[in-house]
């Protein structure tokens, strides 16, 4: 008998509670946070693509490549038709932390080749003749989301089959054939890339010199190390982080791309820690692989553990992949004339000698003697050469900075 592969039955397997379905499209009863599966009514063996909507796709986002060249529509629609699976029902896993119904919406409206309002699954546009139906579960908050949506993407795995899963390109996760990545960095390996239309980016304000007012020992931007420093770390209980991904993601508010400034150093110092990172991840896949093999997820303390260190890997890679992307370095254009990005700085204050380093927002660490070029003392010295002094004015006092030596 074959095994039942459809949303419902990947939902009770995960013991969760089952709503739906309604035909995509149609609006969703549930305005929270959840996951959904969008399937078909049963599995076909090969889809019916339009080739008329790929067309469209390709007209609309001339940056379009497949494996580094411009296709045709065909080309293009054959490529899409070798990730389908067809002993799947599923065509998707989604999640969302915020308005469940709101989300399903706004990809059912989303032209492909538009980011906005949700261009997730938007392979799903380009399906003709199936009937597409959507079922959901609700969930508390983005921690159970996220968790949620991995047990169903590691169900969906475990029931496809080793010849269809070979089939895949190499390098390509085994996701529901309109999913292109999941929020625990699992991705297809299409060979598409550019898919979407460039997004526009917010100006950049010009900075604002400013005198800030502030105690002694937050005059050198401490307080800001201070605050990273309290920061709770992933765990349970009273003042913790419920999981990893949760804790990276403390660090990392989304909002409008900005140029990054960091120094050639810095800038190496990241690319260092992300080749790092990257090479710990066949090693947390390979632990959380041998964790499922050891039977029931729910009770699973080391299946957990594994993915909760998958869910900081990845969090932590994204933050430095989208630092590294908008990343422009800084040097010292006249090394020794004046204070700039990257200068060695040493000065004398009421009797003692400090060396600060100049670097950006990014690369501060006041403990260490790097400053940001922001912070009052770094503001003020930007710009100064030998002989020059500085005064920070605080509550407690003026501070003078005597410059002796830049290098």
Same mark, same amino acid.
């Given at each position: 008998?074959?095994? @039942?592969?459809?949303?419902?039955?990947?939902?009770?397997? /995960?013991?969760?509670?089952?709503?739906?379905?309604?035909?995509?499209?149609?609006?969703?009863?549930?305005?929270?946070?959840?996951?959904?599966?969008?399937?078909?009514?049963? +599995?076909?063996?090969?889809?019916?693509? @339009?080739?008329?909507?790929?067309?469209?796709?390709?007209?609309?986002?001339?940056?379009?490549?497949?494996?580094?060249?411009?296709?045709?529509?065909?080309?293009?629609?054959?490529?899409?038709?070798?990730?389908?699976?067809?002993?799947?029902?599923?065509?998707?896993?989604? $999640?969302?932390?915020?308005?469940?119904?709101?989300?399903?919406?706004?990809?059912?409206? %989303?032209?492909?080749? @538009?980011?906005?309002?949700?261009?997730?699954?938007?392979?799903?546009?380009?399906?003709?003749?199936?009937?597409?139906?959507?079922?959901?579960?609700?969930?508390?908050?983005?921690?159970?989301?996220?968790?949620?949506?991995?047990?169903? #993407? @590691?169900?969906?795995?475990?029931?496809?089959?080793?010849?269809?899963?070979?089939? *895949?390109?190499?390098?390509?996760?085994?996701?529901?054939?309109?999913?292109?990545?999941?929020?625990? &960095?699992?991705?297809?390996?299409?060979?598409?890339?550019? +898919?979407?239309?460039?997004?526009?980016?917010?100006?950049?304000?010009?900075?604002?010199?400013?005198?800030?007012? #502030?105690?002694?020992?937050?005059?050198?931007?401490?307080?800001?190390?201070?605050?990273? /420093?309290? =920061?709770?770390?992933? &765990?349970?209980?009273?003042?913790?982080?419920?999981?990893?991904?949760?804790?990276?993601?403390?660090?990392?508010?989304?909002?409008?791309?900005?140029?990054?400034?960091?120094?050639?150093?810095?800038?190496?110092?990241?690319?260092?820690? *992300?080749?790092?990172?990257?090479?710990?991840?066949?090693?947390?896949?390979?632990?959380?692989?041998?964790?499922?093999?050891?039977?029931? *997820?729910?009770?699973?303390?080391?299946?957990?553990?594994?993915?909760?260190?998958?869910?900081?890997?990845?969090?932590?890679?994204?933050?430095?992949?989208?630092? #590294?992307?908008?990343?422009?370095?800084?040097?010292?254009?006249?090394?020794?004339?004046?204070?700039?990005?990257? $200068?060695?700085?040493? !000065?004398?204050?009421?009797?003692?000698?400090?060396?600060? %380093?100049?670097?950006?927002?990014?690369?501060?660490?006041?403990?260490?003697?790097?400053?940001?070029?922001?912070?009052?003392?770094?503001?003020? *010295?930007?710009?100064?050469?030998?002989?020059?002094?500085? %005064?920070?004015?605080?509550?407690?006092?003026? !501070? =003078?900075?005597?410059?002796?030596?830049?290098?």
């Amino acid at each position: 008998m074959t095994p @039942d592969r459809s949303a419902p039955a990947l939902l009770r397997e /995960a013991d969760l509670m089952v709503d739906g379905p309604v035909p995509f499209g149609r609006p969703a009863k549930h305005a929270g946070p959840g996951v959904f599966i969008v399937e078909l009514a049963a +599995p076909i063996a090969s889809p019916n693509l @339009d080739l008329a909507a790929i067309g469209k796709w390709l007209e609309r986002v001339p940056d379009l490549r497949l494996d580094g060249e411009r296709p045709t529509s065909k080309p293009l629609a054959e490529r899409l038709r070798s990730f389908w699976l067809p002993g799947q029902q599923v065509v998707l896993i989604g $999640s969302t932390p915020g308005n469940l119904a709101a989300r399903l919406n706004g990809m059912a409206k %989303t032209v492909p080749g @538009d980011r906005k309002p949700a261009w997730t699954g938007f392979w799903l546009h380009f399906l003709r003749g199936v009937e597409l139906n959507v079922w959901w579960t609700a969930t508390k908050d983005a921690d159970t989301t996220t968790l949620t949506e991995g047990y169903l #993407l @590691d169900a969906f795995a475990a029931g496809v089959d080793a010849a269809e899963a070979a089939r *895949l390109r190499e390098g390509s996760a085994v996701l529901p054939w309109a999913m292109l990545q999941s929020g625990d &960095g699992r991705r297809k390996s299409t060979g598409i890339t550019n +898919p979407l239309l460039p997004e526009e980016k917010a100006p950049v304000p010009k900075p604002v010199r400013r005198i800030v007012e #502030l105690p002694v020992a937050e005059a050198d931007g401490a307080r800001d190390e201070a605050r990273r /420093a309290r =920061r709770p770390a992933p &765990g349970r209980g009273a003042g913790k982080v419920a999981s990893a991904a949760a804790y990276a993601a403390q660090g990392s508010p989304r909002k409008a791309a900005e140029q990054v400034l960091l120094s050639p150093e810095g800038k190496e110092r990241l690319e260092g820690e *992300l080749a790092d990172l990257i090479s710990q991840r066949p090693e947390v896949i390979r632990r959380i692989a041998t964790a499922r093999e050891h039977g029931d *997820l729910k009770e699973n303390a080391e299946y957990h553990a594994a993915r909760e260190e998958q869910g900081f890997l990845e969090g932590r890679i994204r933050q430095l992949e989208a630092k #590294l992307k908008v990343a422009v370095v800084t040097a010292p254009t006249e090394r020794g004339q004046h204070v700039e990005m990257g $200068s060695r700085v040493r !000065v004398e204050t009421d009797g003692e000698e400090q060396t600060f %380093t100049i670097v950006s927002a990014a690369e501060a660490r006041p403990r260490e003697g790097r400053i940001s070029n922001v912070s009052p003392v770094g503001a003020a *010295l930007v710009g100064r050469q030998v002989g020059d002094a500085v %005064t920070i004015i605080t509550p407690g006092g003026n !501070v =003078r900075y005597d410059i002796l030596e830049i290098s």
